[in-house]
């Protein structure tokens, strides 16, 4: 007959399968399968261990992978895995490969007191530490005490033996088999640690040595960036000069100031002219990107009569809109405060950038219409026209810098790509937001918010993008 025990550990194993390691083991009377039942449920604490390890990893890796910083990190490693290690502190060094050193980067103890702390620094060649990179392997001290009498002359020991550490494991953190630091856990207690420990702090050190990566390489980009906008706007301003004398050359010549010229003569010049005066478009756009950029622009409020300074910008639009044919019509609310706290000049910087894009994109025979409302909180500011349109991904890309859409001016004008991305930011600085709405065929309306009282006094910005 089969003892029905039998069934309730194969009952038991399913479970536990399953992840319901506290499920009860039936017990027995000494033969063998009371001991596999006792074998049964050592193997499920220690399941439910590693389980519990696992997910602490796994929290770690989600931690780094959200873009949390390493401070955050670290704090977190120090509270959620003292269910599986002995520590009573934890170190965290880096190494600076320039002036060869460690230097201590965070650390949490429970002494009342920290010995070593942030900004400790000691040279890395012919240390300890510099045999345990060599290895590549974590280096375990059970007597701190002890070992601070072999070695005098280890200051770091020394503080840590100060705060009350008995004993010590070393990782060393490596990224694609580069040293990049330490992690440092140590205990209150002589022989804390055994090998058994070392699977777990190196896959923590694994786990650390990755934001560490992530860290620098982030810190680059960011210098690298830093170093393009300041080449983008050194490189412009020194080339606005000498455009702008090509133009005025090009125009005085034009105006005949030196002699008539013949027609040929007069038609290279306007080609000229126009190729200048693009390219002084672009040296602004790219000066004012590189500023924005850098966070140096400033902004200048003073009131604004809002339906009066929207007619004086559509103003300078007519002329063109004639031209090509477009009827440029308006659309302001009575509701318009007559002194609204804004910069101008930034401000007609947007309203210029939307509505000669819509006179740009715009066939004959169409209407570009320029709206204003308000409500308590915020205006509202629109371009609409009836041009080609644009897709959701055409979308999407516009406001960075040199998004473009796949419709062609109507006129064949050229154009930075530079235009949108400095107009959003430019709101974006005032408290507001910009938008685009178009479908394919159906025309675009772009749209700009900008906070009542948003702006009081003259203040500088950041980019936040």
């Known amino acids: ?14 479970e536990m399968s399953r992840g319901h390691f506290d499920t009860p083991v039936p017990g027995g009377d000494g033969d063998d399968i009371s001991r596999l039942a006792a074998a049964l449920r050592s193997l499920g604490r220690a399941l439910e261990k590693r389980f519990a390890e696992i997910q602490a990893l796994a929290e770690v890796t989600e931690k780094i992978n959200s873009g949390y910083l390493l401070d955050e990190v670290l704090e977190h490693v120090y509270q959620s895995f003292r269910p599986f290690l ?25 002494a009342s007191e920290i010995h070593l702390g942030t900004g400790f620094t000691a040279a890395l060649k012919g240390s300890s530490l510099e045999t345990v990179l060599a290895r590549k392997q ?4 059970n007597d701190l005490e002890l070992y601070l009498r072999e ?5 770091s020991t020394r503080r840590i033996v100060a705060e009350g550490m008995r004993s010590n494991l070393t990782c060393p953190l490596l990224v694609m088999g ?7 856990f140590s205990s209150m207690r002589r022989d804390a640690y055994r090998d058994a420990h070392i699977a777990m702090f190196k896959e923590i050190a694994g786990q650390l040595s990755l934001i560490v990566e992530k860290s620098r390489l982030y810190q680059r980009l960011l210098e690298l960036d830093r170093l393009k906008n300041r080449f983008l706007g050194m490189a412009a301003h020194d080339l606005r000069g000498p455009i ?18 013949t027609s040929r003569q007069a038609e290279v010049l306007k080609e000229l002219a126009s190729g200048a005066d693009g390219m002084r478009i672009l040296v602004d756009d790219l000066l004012d990107v590189s500023a924005i950029e850098a966070g140096v622009v400033t902004l200048r409020p003073r009131p604004v009569d809002l339906a009066a300074f929207l007619r004086l910008c559509l103003g ?11 009827s440029l019509e308006e659309d302001l609310s009575a509701a318009l405060p007559a002194s609204l706290s804004l910069d101008p000049d930034r401000l007609r910087q947007v309203i210029d950038n939307l509505v000669g894009n819509a006179l740009k994109f715009s066939p004959s025979g169409t209407r570009v219409t320029v709206s204003a409302s308000a409500d308590p909180e915020a205006i509202t500011v629109s371009v609409a026209d009836q041009g080609p349109g644009l897709s959701a991904p055409e979308i999407s890309g516009l406001f960075e ?5 796949r419709a062609k001016p109507a006129g064949g004008e050229k154009s930075t790509g530079l235009g949108l991305a400095i107009a959003k930011r430019l709101v974006e600085a005032q408290g507001g937001r910009l938008w685009a709405e178009s479908e394919p065929g159906r025309g675009s309306t772009f749209r700009f918010t900008v906070p009542l009282g948003q702006i009081g006094a003259e203040s500088r910005f950041k980019n936040q993008s």
């Open 1 to 14: 007959m089969t003892d029905p025990r039998i069934s309730d550990l194969a009952r038991a194993a399913r």
């Open 86 to 110: 002995p520590y009573d502190r934890i170190g965290f060094s880096l190494i600076d490969p320039e002036r060869g050193e460690v230097r201590a980067r965070w650390a949490r103890s429970e």
């Open 138 to 141: 974590p280096r375990i001290i």
């Open 151 to 155: 070695h005098p002359a280890s200051d």
């Open 178 to 184: 580069k040293p990049v630091g330490f992690m440092f």
């Open 244 to 261: 702008g004398r090509v133009l005025m050359a090009a125009e005085t010549l034009l105006d005949g100031i030196h002699g008539p010229l």
């Open 316 to 326: 300078g639009h007519r002329l063109a809109a004639q031209k090509r044919g477009i």
């Open 401 to 405: 810098p040199f998004g473009r859409g």
